[in-house]
Structures are given as C-alpha cells and as structure tokens.
C-alpha cells in the first residue's frame, strides 16, 4: 500500500493541472494547498531516509533561501504564503522528477496517464472550437480571459481554452504533453494501442495549432525537428 503512495500522488497532481483550471485554484487555495502537501508528502514517504542526502542539496539551498526573504518584506504574512507555496511547487517538482525517472515502471504509467489525460483535454478544446463556447467558463467559473477571447475570434471560430485557463496556457499543457504521446505511440505493442496513441498525438497536435499560440506552435515546430533529427 505504502509502494503506491508516490504513484498516487503523481497521477493526483497530473489529474489536477489537467481538469483543474487557475480559476478553481484562485477559488479555492485551500484545496491547491492540500493536493500540493498529499502529492509531497507521497514523494517523500518514497523517499523516506534519504530526504537529506547529499544529492538533493540543491532544492535545499534552494528552501533556505527563500527563509530570509519570507520575512524581509514589509507585508510578512503574504510573502509567508508565496515563500510556501514557492516551496511546496519546488519540493514537489523536484522529487517528481527523480521518482519519475529512476522507475522504468512508474515513467510508462505516468506516461499513460498524461496521454490519456491531455487527449480528453484535446478533445475538449476541439469541441469548443467548432461550438464557439467553452461551458466550463460559461456557467461555472469566471474567466477574465474568455469573453475577450470569444469575442475576438477568428472567422467565427474561437480559441480554445478547453480546461485551461486560456489558449496560451492549453497550447503549454499540450505541448509539454506531446513527447510523452510519442512515446507511449513509440512503446506500444499492439496496432489498436498504437492507432489509439497515434490518434491521442494527432489530436494533440491540432488543437494546439489551434490555440494559435505563438510560443506553443514554435515550441511544436522545434520539438518535431528534434525529433525527425534524432
């Protein structure tokens, strides 16, 4: 049981960026901050007696340097908060990555997950674009953003957004989702898991030129020239 903690808080962190927009993390910080300390503290369970170890010095250095400038600034109770959640998403990144990467096992699953994931959040987007209207945004949450982006639409068609909290921030989520489409395209051992990963990828990949997002189409430009040279 206490081998899955990490996993778990993997996929409960990936399963938040995907469907939890800014928008319900302004809401409700509350929530933000405790799905931050259950997925740090599966990392960490992982971890256990090797929390301090010497190769993890640099997020360490990184937390005792944010002490001093908690308290230095005139509003100490705001510069508190910021320092912590600075520290959570630091802690969090950082162990995410090395628990990811030293399990082949886990690295797969993850790499599942997020392609499964990012393809319903694709899709999601790709309906807003032919419906013109995002009902996340529309009778849920407010967005500052979405009005401005459905009235500034382009020949009738509006940039998604899907669970995101704009186009620039979905054409991000997508593309730093792409190689792990690839990968699990690359890894797969059947035709229908290949033709469904190929699917997930093409999709992908549409609705992030979609977003026509300058920073997120160049970065989808570059990626696959990287890819196509290696």
Known sequence: ???RLPIAGILLLLFWLSFFPRSVQNEYPLVTRIVLVLAVAALLLEKRGRIFSWSDWPVWVFA???IPGAFASGLAPVSVRICTDLLLAAVLVYYLVST???DQQVFKLVAVALTI???V???????EFFFGENPIYRHFLENPYYRGYIAGNIAGRVRPMSSQYNP???GGYLLACLPFHILVFREAVSNRGRWLAGVGTGLVALVLVLTYSR???LGLVV???FYLWY
């Open 64 to 66: 005792l340097c944010l």
């Open 1 to 3: 049981m206490l081998k």
């Open 215 to 217: 920073g997120a189409c």
């Open 117 to 119: 994931m990012s393809s």
């Open 168 to 170: 620039a921030a979905l």
């Open 100 to 102: 990811v990467v030293a």
């Open 223 to 225: 990626s696959w020239m």
């Open 121 to 127: 959040v694709a899709l999601g987007g790709l309906a």
